[in-house]
């Protein structure tokens, strides 16, 4: 009994390692399809080039990707933000841009495919950041471009509307409005909606934080009919005075638009493809024109060097030389060639240098006075004989008075 007994037991144990190693390698494996679904999870879309195309960035798709809240039964209302960028590349192809205007709302692809890029996968990395948690979630979009029946439509018209944000025009039901609004002023057959532009791209101005004001959107549409009598009223002369001179032009299809959409008929802009020339003209080759030469040819690794010291030498070594000359012609006519202070003393005559003497004294001691003015009076004030009995005449003002029309000296009386 004791052996079946410890034979029972060891099977038992047996029994239950097996089923805790299997559940640990199917919860393994399920984490590891987990993350890989996280990462490899593609999506493909296919627009067409030359027509707007749109992808939203669902926050709700992501939501499920983080791990929930702590607390069970509490809504997941985490702050998610997204990074777009080309695979292999820091930043998204040229006609694609990306907009998320808060951490709480759905990020938005958009831009106007080009023809460059038709047959061409492009394939954008999205990665989605959770703000509370720090998780990050990666899914890669794979654009193929597919070529339009009819691209370009011939008769191109862009639209400016001043109380749009481009999120808000983005929105498909707001977009299919404007269209059907163009489409009942222009009646054409085919309209299709190519590119839309935020203000602040072309350059506008950040508006005040009041809740009615926009920064505006470039709505750009195509039709394959041309424009209609309408959209023409904006290139009449009254119109386009009352445009220079700031003022609203006077559209009578305004009011078509103007229950949804302020648009700013001064800034529309119409295009006809049909009656533009080509601007390219074949190169007539003259006198002024090099002939082609061809593919450029690199020279060779079989070059021998060349060698520039002496270039280096004579370039530095004569304008050396010749400022050395100069140098010393200078030193020798300023320094060797002075006659001296004495030989010019014996060639002036003797009352030339006393009026010179007299005349630097007298500079002198007016430099001196005008240092301090309170020394002593000058030597013209000072006591002289008198001219008849030679006694010393004391001056004729005293200190404390000051009268330049006094005489300097007593004259004879």
Not at 155 to 171: G, P, T
Not at 261 to 278: A, G, M, P, R, Y
Not at 364 to 389: C, G, Q
């Amino acid at each position: 009994m004791p052996t079946l007994l410890l034979k029972r037991m060891r099977y038992d144990l047996e029994h239950v390692s097996f089923l805790l190693f299997s559940v640990s390698y199917l919860s393994f494996c399920f984490s590891v399809y987990t993350i890989l679904s996280k990462v490899h999870s593609d999506r493909n879309v296919y627009p067409s080039a030359g027509v707007l195309f749109v992808h939203v960035l669902e926050r709700e798709y992501f939501k499920g990707e983080f791990p929930p809240y702590p607390k069970p039964g509490e809504i997941s209302n985490d702050p998610i933000t997204f990074n777009t960028n080309l695979m292999g590349y820091p930043d998204r192809p040229g006609w694609l841009r990306y907009i998320q205007r808060t951490p709480y709302s759905d990020g938005v692809l958009y831009g106007s495919p080009t023809v460059e890029n038709v047959g061409k996968p492009t394939v954008i990395e999205i990665t989605a950041y959770n703000r509370r948690t720090f998780e990050t979630a990666r899914h890669n979009l794979i654009i193929n471009i597919m070529s339009a029946e009819d691209f370009p439509l011939p008769y191109q018209a862009e639209f400016f509307i001043r109380n749009m944000n481009v999120e808000e025009m983005l929105a498909s039901e707001v977009l299919g409005d404007f269209l059907g609004a163009v489409k009942n002023v222009w009646q054409p057959e085919r309209l299709n909606a190519i590119n839309i532009t935020s203000a602040l791209d072309r350059g506008g101005r950040v508006p005040l934080p009041i809740n009615d004001m926009k920064e505006g959107v470039y709505v750009m549409v195509g039709a394959d009919v041309p424009f209609s009598s309408c959209l023409r009223e904006v290139e009449n002369p009254q119109n386009q005075l009352r445009c220079s001179q700031e003022m609203e032009p006077s559209i009578t299809c305004d009011k078509k638009f103007r229950t949804q959409f302020h648009i700013d008929w001064c800034k529309i802009s119409l295009v006809d493809n049909t009656k533009q020339v080509s601007t390219f003209q074949e190169v007539i080759r003259g006198e002024g024109i090099l002939p082609d030469g061809g593919e450029y040819k690199p020279p060779s690794d079989t070059l021998k060097s060349r060698d520039y010291y002496s270039d280096f030498l004579i370039t530095l070594a004569v304008p050396s030389a010749v400022a050395l000359v100069l140098f010393l012609i200078l030193a020798y006519i300023m320094c060797c060639r002075r006659e001296g202070v004495e030989k010019r003393n014996m060639q002036t005559p003797d009352i030339q240098l006393v009026h010179h003497s007299a005349i630097q004294k007298s500079t002198k001691e007016l430099r001196d006075m005008s240092k301090n003015r309170e020394i002593a009076w000058p030597l013209s004030t000072l006591p002289v004989f008198h001219p008849v009995t030679g006694e010393i005449v004391p001056p004729l003002h005293p200190d404390n008075y000051d009268n330049t029309s006094m005489p300097l000296m007593q004259t004879q009386q």
